[in-house]
């Protein structure tokens, strides 16, 4: 097999996508579309934080050298919490 790029299609179509691939990847790595590793692609919660809430406020800022400190993660208040919850 030749060392291009594919893609394959749910109804079995293959198609070469070596013009997208931007760089190539470490051994053990793969190209993939987000819409075929997550069911539903949104943007976040736009919620100021409070001292006490419902739900946790996770900000990118609360994750240091690839930790969270639950300590500063503040609080806001979620009526739709459902939408925004990360799931496995």
């Known amino acids: 097999m030749d060392s291009l790029h594919y893609e ?3 109804d079995g179509t293959v198609k070469c996508i ?3 691939i931007p760089f190539e990847l470490s051994e053990g790595w ?3 579309r ?3 590793i997550s069911a539903s692609i ?3 919660l736009g919620n100021s934080s409070e001292a006490q809430g ?3 406020l996770l900000r990118i800022t609360d994750i240091q050298d ?3 400190n639950w300590d500063n993660v503040p609080f806001t208040t979620i009526e739709n919490a459902e939408t925004y919850l990360l799931k496995r």
Do not use: A, I, M, S
Request: aromatic share 14%.
């Open 34 to 36: 987000l819409g075929n």
């Open 66 to 68: 690839g930790k969270v």
């Open 18 to 20: 070596q013009d997208e």
């Open 30 to 32: 793969e190209w993939v």
């Open 42 to 44: 949104q943007y976040g």
């Open 8 to 10: 394959k299609f749910p």
């Open 54 to 56: 419902t739900h946790r």
